[in-house]
């Protein structure tokens, strides 16, 4: 019986924590050790990734979880000033972030943790989950003998970070955004719901959304997409032709990239009369896990660790709002859709297709985002991608994170859900986003943190 990837994560987590609790027990008040180890945040964050997936949020609404929650951690350590600096003022509408008094006893990394946990707690459903958590990393920082007063002090401080955020994160617009529905056009070349679950549009007004570091939505458009036309010479007709005809001829590595790098967060199966669904990582989390991997190579500290991981979760938020803005300017229709009406009615992809507009490619956007960041922060972001293995797919391995991000793009088209020039210029989006953020980064995060 294939084992759950939700029930397995959870039993992973718990394990890391005895290994870390087993070793605090050894040597009494190493809180210290204990509490600044990077692999306590890289945890926390992969729990975080799977309550996400538990909880089945869209990759749009992922991006915002893992984007506050990670920056309320990196304001908090950013009052270590000898590490990090505050991003007030570089990120769009942050300011008064709680700062501690000059007599406040706190454990910085401790705190941020904390923070994080109270953001993403607030910010998912499964509240006794993420209680669980909190309970046992302050389990963990009294049993590694952490004194009373630094442990009051920066719950106390972690908790004032993560209310403030969480209250700036109240005028980003999205609870406004809530039931949004798209309206269908029902012209020619124009987006419509494809099989096997003709779901509506997934989040059309999430273009409205505040930005974290860019100008606007529109701040690096796309070209536009190519001329809709079905008359067999056209240029968008051969396009559409290219994605069936590589579908049809996908080798056995193609069809390993594009299952890898798929990350359905509700996979809609039918068999027969019988229907169910399957939950995986979406393209956001998926990448938070990269983003640990390449951290544990490079023995990144607690702060770069935080520092790597706030940087590309805020890259892949706005990532998400710029591509959507495209997506739903132009409104193509998917090459399925596309396929079965002018060229074989019985041709299907091989991955399924998700339900919002085609141009362009959002996991392409966001992946080169993510690279571009650690890319910038890391002088070596080779890796072995190890986070498909609960899903059944063997590891990938990568000499930079860009030669992922090239792979994930083409993993779109092999899977027939894009088109080859969404994907192209998606990836070119992505990384103007990441060099962005890397901009708005102060000069300490990064060159110094290389």
Known sequence: ????????????????????????????????????????????VHKLNYVIIYDIFSPPVAARVFAYSNLAAYEVLANNKDHLSSLEGKVKGLNNVPRPAANAKIDYPFASIVALIKVGNALTFS????????????????????????????????????????????????????????????????????????????????????CMVMDSANMFPPPPPVPFSKDSASEFYKMAKEVMVTGNTLDSTKKWIANFWDCNSFKLHVEGHAMFATKAMTPGGHWMEVVGTICRNNNADFYKTAAAYTGASIGIYDAFICCWFTKYKFDVLRPETYINKYINQDWMPYLQTPPFPEYNSAHSTISAAAATVLGSMFKNTAFRDSSEREWGWPDRSFKTSDEAAVEVSYSRFYGGIHYKPSVLTAYVQGKQIGNLVMSKLNAKEAKSLK
């Open 127 to 210: 509240s006794d989950t993420m209680k669980l958590l909190a309970d046992s990393v302050k389990s963990l920082a009294k049993d590694a003998g952490m004194p009373d007063d630094l442990f009051d002090g920066s719950v106390q401080f972690g908790n004032q970070v993560a209310d403030s955020i969480l209250s700036w994160s109240k005028k980003d617009n999205y609870a406004q955004t809530r039931g949004s529905r798209f309206t269908i056009s029902n012209l020619e070349g124009h987006w419509t719901p494809t099989p096997p679950g003709y779901f509506s549009a997934v989040e059309p007004k999430w273009p409205t959304l505040r």
């Open 1 to 44: 019986m294939k084992r759950n990837p939700v029930f397995s994560s959870m039993l992973l987590f718990t394990v890391v924590f005895v290994i870390l609790f087993s070793s605090c027990t050894q040597k009494k008040n190493d809180y210290v050790k204990i509490m600044h180890n990077p692999f306590l945040y890289n945890d926390v």
